[in-house]
Nanobody
């Protein structure tokens, strides 16, 4: 079984920064893509950023130039450095891992429990 545990959310003023972390636990041999999604009240969950195991990343247009995704494959951990935060970045942020290979086989799509990010104006 695979679990994703997020940390680093909180309350920050507009223009501030936060760093989210997500660690995958379990007997993991490899993880394909890892990413961050977010969901604001009344909105659908949307992709924020994702990164392949080789380090190729892509971002939502709304966060380009402000957010940076990175990962440490040895630690099965993905990070999201968020800078120049805006009130519209307020949402629950979810970590996602695709095609996780464990001792029990593949887990195609695994989600974390979410962490709240609130940006005040």
């Amino acid at each position: 079984q695979v679990q994703l545990v997020e940390s680093g959310g909180g309350l920050v003023q507009a223009g501030g920064s936060l760093r989210l972390s997500c660690a995958a636990s379990g007997t993991i041999f490899s993880i394909n893509d890892m990413g961050w999604y977010r969901q604001a009240p009344g909105n659908q969950r949307e992709l924020v950023a994702r990164i392949t195991s080789g380090g190729t990343s892509n971002y939502a247009d709304s966060v380009k130039g402000r957010f940076t995704i990175s990962r440490d494959n040895a630690k099965n951990t993905v990070y999201l450095q968020m800078s120049s935060l805006k009130p519209e970045d307020t949402a629950v942020y979810y970590c996602n891992a695709k095609r996780v290979l464990t001792s029990f086989g593949f887990y195609d799509d695994t989600w974390g429990q979410g962490t709240q990010v609130t940006v005040s104006s």
